[in-house]
């Protein structure tokens, strides 16, 4: 069997993805995103990620040391489950 196919390769055309085809190709499909994650200096719970050109903040509510400025975690993981 073949490897997996690049998805960042193949086509951004609407009709031509692979999202819009009846069937995903049979050796899969394959991403990467490169991501990094910090603690931002001075805080306890602030927290910073990047990937590409996207920088997002999370935070946690004040009753565990955070300032509930920002999402938590837990959120942009719910989130991402609806997504």
Do not use: N, W
């Amino acid at each position: 069997m073949e490897g997996p196919i690049d998805g960042h390769a193949t086509s951004s055309v609407p009709g031509e993805r692979t999202i819009d085809q009846p069937e995903l190709p049979r050796q899969g499909l394959y991403t990467d995103s490169k991501v990094h994650t910090e603690v931002v200096e001075g805080s306890v719970q602030l927290k910073r990620g990047l990937t590409d050109d996207f920088e997002i903040f999370c935070d946690e509510g004040s009753r565990i040391g955070g300032e509930g400025k920002y999402p938590t975690p837990m959120t942009y993981m719910a989130m991402a489950t609806g997504f």
